[in-house]
Each structure stands twice: as C-alpha cells, then as structure tokens.
C-alpha cells in the first residue's frame, strides 16, 4: 500500500508521534497502521500505543442493568456541547429503551428513529456506535460521570451487585483486556516478548546484551505483564492493597466488557 500523507496525518493524529517517524513505521509497514504504531513501541516511543487507544468522537453512553441483562447503547455526534445537553442524554435514554423493548436486531430502527426525530433538531451526524445486550445471572455496570466511559461485568449467580458495581468502575479506570491470565494466548505473549526485545535492543543500557540474556530478562516479567491486563490480578483501583479477585472473594465473574467514547 503506498503511503500517503493522509495515511502519516492518521497516524500522528493516533500517537502524536512526529511526521518523520510517522512515514518511516508506515513505510517499513507497508502502510499498515496498527503494525506501524507497533513498529514505534519498539523504538521506545511508549506513548504511541496509549495514544492510539483513544478516540475523537464525541458522544455518550447509557446503560440499563436489570434481571441479570445490561442493554448498552452509544451515540456518537460531532461536539463535546451536544454530547453534555440534556437533550442528547434524553435521547440516550430513549435510544437505550428501545433496545430493551425491541432486542439487538432493532439497531437499523433505531438508527432510522435517531435521524427522524433528532439529527435535524440537534444539527449533527448521530451515530450508533454500540447496541448490545450482555447477559448472565447478575449484571452491573458502571457510566463515568463524562458519559464517556462505562463497562459491565457479569457474574455468576448470588454476586453482590454492590460489588460487582465497584468492578465495572475498576474496569473504566483500569482498562483490563482479558479476564484473567489463562485467557491470554500464547500469540499475544509472544507478541509481547519480541516487541520488548526490540525495545531494550534500542535502549543503550541494553542494548549491549546478548539475545539470551535479553530473552530470559523478558521470560521474568511476563508474569507481571500478563497480571497488568487480566482484571482480576490488578490491583483494586479503591485498594490498591488487594487484587480485584481478593475484593470478589468467592464471587466468580463470567465475563466484562469496557465501552468509550
């Protein structure tokens, strides 16, 4: 794929990585942008990969948890202002009851009520992002207060509820991506490895180190790497003291899932 400058605009935009660097990972990368903001993680631009993760639009999140069903819905739109009118909340509101009162194969209904009865009053492009239902034998969920980030966690029958809100909250803050480590393929981890040998490879402290010795300082934090994105061995973002697994105890989730805008 030829790289162009819309394609080097894109990706600095995702990592604020400068221009140069920008044109140099798309160019190794045949213009793949997610393998070039890999490319930059290796060269110990860290920032690359946390920047990437965010988004532009603007918009909102609600969710109604109830009989062990949590029905999500988000609307993207074109302004911060919008998205904080009570106007757009109401819609949310509505938007999210239809979800409820119509199941998942309404989504092009919805969409259809949305550019009815409010794109041409509200003046902006609204879209739905997410509109899903998670289900289980108890369900929570947890909406920041910007609206912008929220999650829902599912567990087994008899959870605190109570709990299983301050988890969904762990989950906006926290951003975990798997539920626990043996949920981790051996692919990602080898993923993980090669990219942190290339990164102490361009760090002159260590760069000077054998692949071995290399190797077997990566083998030694893939414990804690695998502990940093599985939700119930990271530190309780209210207690840092103990892991979210300790704060469930007996309590077994089944399954999360974090939403943003």
């Known amino acids: 794929m030829a790289v162009t400058m819309e394609l080097i605009k894109e990706l600095r935009e995702r990592t604020g990585i400068g221009m140069m660097e920008c044109k140099k990972a798309l160019e190794q990368t045949d213009g793949d942008i997610d393998a070039a903001i890999e490319e930059l993680r290796k060269k110990g631009l860290a920032k690359a990969a946390k920047k990437a993760d965010r988004e532009a639009l603007e918009g909102g999140i609600k969710i109604i948890s109830e009989g062990g069903k949590s029905y999500v819905v988000s609307i993207s739109c074109e302004t911060d202002f919008l998205a904080n009118s009570d106007k757009f909340k109401a819609m949310l509101d509505v938007v999210a009851n239809y979800l409820k009162d119509n199941g998942v194969d309404s989504k092009e209904q919805a969409q259809s009520l949305i550019e009815s009865d409010y794109a041409l009053e509200m003046g902006e492009n609204?879209?739905?992002?997410?509109?899903?239902?998670?289900?289980?034998?108890?369900?929570?969920?947890?909406v920041h207060s910007n609206g912008k980030l929220a999650a829902v966690v599912v567990a087994s029958e008899g959870a605190d509820e109570a709990k299983l809100k301050q988890v969904a909250m762990h989950v906006t803050a926290a951003s975990p991506e798997y539920l626990s480590p043996e949920d981790i393929s051996d692919e990602i981890v080898e993923k993980e490895k090669s990219i942190q040998l290339e990164m102490m490879k361009n760090d002159p402290a260590m760069g000077?180190?054998?692949?071995?010795?290399?190797?077997?300082?990566i083998e030694g934090k893939m414990g804690k790497f695998k502990g940093e994105i599985s939700l119930l061995e990271q530190a309780f973002v209210i207690d840092p003291n103990m892991k979210v697994k300790d704060f469930l105890g007996s309590t077994t989730l089944v399954m999360f899932k974090r939403y943003a805008i």
């Open 208 to 217: 000077n180190k054998s692949d071995d010795v290399l190797m077997k300082i």
């Open 126 to 142: 609204l879209q739905i992002k997410d509109y899903e239902i998670l289900e289980g034998a108890v369900s929570a969920d947890y």
